[in-house]
């Protein structure tokens, strides 16, 4: 079954107790958290208060992208508040490896995100090192954009390149941006594991059924 990840970034802010509760029952794999600084994105959202408030409402595993130009300086705060990992974005930070060896010293999973424009071959050097990779198929920053369709061929690269170097099932690649059900079947079969939607399944009139149907693509 496909995984999938509703970012909550679409969801209603003055009921967030009850947008996790339908993920939690409609069998949602993780909880996309999507924090933004207005540095190195344009919009401010989620930050480790909110996050504090909703680790006591699910057992979903708390999935946190930072959007953010210090991440390292976010991380205590948000494992604090009950993240069980933190994927930070390559184009933010100067040194990767020291930043993946401190959100390991708090054993939480670590990802890398590349924005749709990145240059791949910046994360190579990390693969043996990290447990995901969140790549862009939109410009980080807003919910509810169109899918960028160059995404495809990125994730597949990727996917090639990590089963050459024998890491494919110790990296999972995890989508995230434009993600509809009408894509969903030819962003996997490029080699998603993970599927994050916003919009898809908060603006939809019945998002319960929604996460069931990404979950069967
Ligand atoms: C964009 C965020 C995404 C966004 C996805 O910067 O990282 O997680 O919420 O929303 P949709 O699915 O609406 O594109
Ligand atoms: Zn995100």
Redesign the pocket.
Known sequence: MTKIAP?I??ADFSNLEKAIALCQSSGADYL?I?V?DGHF?PNLTIGPVVLKSLRPKTDLFLDV?L?VANPGDLVEPFVKAGADSITFHIEAVTNPEKLIEYIKSFDKQVGISVKPKTDLALLEPFYGSIDLILV?S?E??????KYIPESTNRIKQIDSHLKELGLRKQVLIEV????KLTNAKMVKDAGADIL?????IFNAADPYAVIEQFKNV
Do not use: E, Y
């Open positions: 970012s970034l679409s996309h999507d933004m994105v992208h959007m862009m939109v980080p920053g807003f919910g509810g954009q995230d941006g434009g993600i994050v939607a916003g919009s898809a």
